[in-house]
Antibody, heavy 118, light 109 residues
Framework: QVKLVESGGGLVKPGGSLRLSCAASGFSFSDHYMNWIRQAPGKGLEWVSYITGGGGTRAYGDSVKGRFNISRDNVKNSVTLDMNSLRVEDTAVYYC???????????WGQGTMVTVSS | ESVLTQSPGTLSLSPGERATLSCRASQIFSSAYLAWYQQKPGQAPRLLIYGASNRATGIPDRFSGSGSGTDFTLTISRLEPEDFAVYYCQQYGTSPGVSFGPGTTVEIK
């Protein structure tokens, strides 16, 4: 069964750090770019980051550049988002998503909630 | 940076009616990299259309996409009760990488 499962969300204070993980199963993981997308409560979707299949290229949205780092482990079939210097405005549900090609995200996890609050 | 705008913000329609949703980009880009998603409350988004006009696996044929350049359209030919949701367009390949439109809510009139 093709599946993405996120974990690692929780409550963190401003300035803190958090690591999100996404476990993939049921497909050839290394063949796909992987992405993180977030959604603040009651708001729209915001792309956060992607990493290419081999892990050699990464890109970030302007709001997280320099604070977040994406990585992947093609043996463990997982993608990780390390989030540093967290701000209140980083509060959101974070989804990982598979790029089927052409930048279209055909598989999404259920999301993990990150709350940044003092 | 390319920005996507969607109109209208909210569309109030009845089941059986036709819905036409617009997505406009601030810069020309390849239609190969334009996708549409549906999101219902409490759920992850679902891919509907990729490459501007290709239906994703399992998507009913009442959903269709069209457009090129900077102007794209998602059409739902006859609204079913399960189609009332928020719809997002998304582009890939323009700086910084990926962007989503703000969404159109299709609500029951």
């Amino acid at each position: 069964q093709v599946k993405l499962v996120e974990s690692g969300g929780g409550l963190v204070k401003p300035g803190g750090s958090l690591r999100l993980s996404c476990a993939a199963s049921g497909f050839s993981f290394s063949d796909h770019y992987m992405n993180w997308i977030r959604q603040a409560p009651g708001k729209g979707l915001e792309w956060v980051s992607y990493i290419t299949g081999g892990g050699g290229t990464r890109a970030y949205g302007d709001s997280v550049k320099g604070r977040f780092n994406i990585s992947r482990d093609n043996v463990k079939n997982s993608v990780t988002l390390d989030m540093n210097s967290l701000r209140v405005e980083d509060t959101a549900v974070y989804y990982c998503a598979r790029d089927q090609g052409q930048g279209a995200f055909d598989m999404w996890g259920q999301g993990t909630m990150v709350t940044v609050s003092s | 940076e390319s920005v996507l705008t969607q109109s209208p913000g909210t569309l109030s329609l009845s089941p059986g009616e036709r819905a036409t949703l617009s997505c406009r980009a601030s810069q020309i880009f390849s239609s190969a990299y334009l996708a549409w998603y549906q999101q219902k409350p409490g759920q992850a988004p679902r891919l509907l259309i990729y490459g501007a006009s290709n239906r994703a696996t399992g998507i009913p044929d009442r959903f269709s996409g069209s457009g090129s350049g900077t102007d794209f359209t998602l059409t739902i030919s006859r609204l079913e009760p399960e189609d009332f949701a928020v719809y997002y367009c998304q582009q890939y390949g323009t700086s910084p990488g990926v962007s989503f439109g703000p969404g159109t809510t299709v609500e029951i009139k």
